[in-house]
């Protein structure tokens, strides 16, 4: 299988503090994306990577690739209540005109 | 709002019946997805439109049928569901099947 698998499955941290969750996965990618879901509702695409990119920012997040070890991190800097949600992360496979395969995410916890 | 927008938003129905869920999109996109996601499982893709085409149906059981009628609109029509097909149902839509797709908000549904 493809899919990537996020680590930990669960996450509880304080407002303020840094979040970093990772995610492995199996085949040669074209580009790797992370999600947000808040409970019970759709996904909200939050940042896209491409294969030859090794760090990526946006806002509060940064996002790294590591090709070598097939393996990408979400950093979430000076958390809010607000980032409380699913985190997931999809793959794109690099042959083939193939949608992505999502993994079971990160479930994300930030007290107030 | 993403501009994907899904009917009914909540849905009971018993294992005779015959209901359909609509996913409209507003983005001008010509791929569009539906995903099955149940608890503690990774996002499950269903099926894949482009262009109005199918051109991946990931093993699901016949009683799921979609119709993608035109480049905007995707029906997943269901009939003698089971109980285990209780999830929520998510429609996606993207320019492009490798290009990040926005997800409309999703449709909880639930077989006695």
């Known amino acids: 299988s493809q899919q990537g698998e996020e680590d930990p499955q669960a996450l509880s941290i304080q407002e303020g503090e840094n979040a970093t969750m990772n995610c492995s996965y199996k085949t040669s990618i074209n580009n790797l994306q992370w999600y947000r879901q808040n409970s019970g509702r759709g996904l909200v695409h939050l940042i896209l990577i491409r294969s030859n990119e090794r760090e990526k920012h946006s806002g509060r997040l940064r996002v790294t690739l590591d090709t070598s070890k097939k393996s990408s991190s979400l950093l979430i800097t000076a958390s809010r209540a607000a980032d409380t949600a699913s985190y997931f992360c999809?793959?794109?496979?690099?042959?083939?005109?193939?949608?992505?395969?999502f993994g079971k995410g990160t479930r994300l916890s930030v007290i107030a | 709002e993403t501009g994907v927008t899904q009917t009914p938003r909540h849905l009971v129905m018993g294992m005779t019946n015959k209901k359909s869920l609509k996913c409209e999109q507003h983005l001008g996109h010509n791929a569009m997805y539906w995903y099955k996601q149940s608890a503690k499982k990774p996002l499950e893709l269903m099926f894949v439109?482009?262009?109005?085409?199918?051109?991946e149906n990931n093993s699901v059981p016949s009683r799921f049928s979609p119709e993608c009628p035109n480049s905007s609109h995707l029906f997943l029509h269901l009939h003698t569901l089971q109980p285990e097909d209780s999830a929520l149902y998510l429609c996606a839509s993207s320019q492009l099947i490798q290009g990040p797709p926005f997800f409309g908000p999703g449709t909880r549904l639930t077989v006695l």
């Open positions: 439109y482009s262009l109005e085409e199918r051109v």
């Open positions: 999809a793959t794109v496979r690099n042959s083939g005109n193939t949608p992505l395969v």
